[in-house]
Nanobody, 114 residues
Framework: QVQLVESGGGLVQAGGSLRLSCVAS????????MAWYRQAPGNQRELVAS???????TYADSVKGRFTISRDIAKRTVYLQMNSLKPEDTAVYYC????????WGQGTQVTVSS
């Protein structure tokens, strides 16, 4: 089954940077689009960024120009480089396939202080 392990979150001041990682297993990584999602307290989970099989990337308007999604197929890992972080980026960040599949990981907490 799908297994996803996220890491790299933490506490950072506004304007700072973090790099999230997600190691995937249980499916053919190179045959699937991947994405990062996030969920802030009291909010629904939202799609933040995605990367297709061919490497095409898409971003939510709220993170465009600040976040970069990438992947290493050999390592079965997808990354999210987050720059110029804002307090409103505070959330638990998850990776999953696109569209998402059952088997969400534990996520990684990102907290941005003002």
């Amino acid at each position: 089954q799908v297994q996803l392990v996220e890491s790299g979150g933490g506490l950072v001041q506004a304007g700072g940077s973090l790099r999230l990682s997600c190691v995937a297993s249980g499916f053919i990584f190179s045959f699937n689009a991947m994405a990062w999602y996030r969920q802030a307290p009291g909010n629904q989970r939202e799609l933040v960024a995605s990367i297709t099989i061919s490497g095409t990337t898409t971003y939510a308007d709220s993170v465009k120009g600040r976040f970069t999604i990438s992947r290493d197929i050999a390592k079965r890992t997808v990354y999210l480089q987050m720059n110029s972080l804002k307090p409103e980026d505070t959330a638990v960040y998850y990776c999953n396939l696109l569209p998402s599949k059952p088997g969400w990981g534990q996520g990684t907490q990102v907290t941005v202080s003002s």
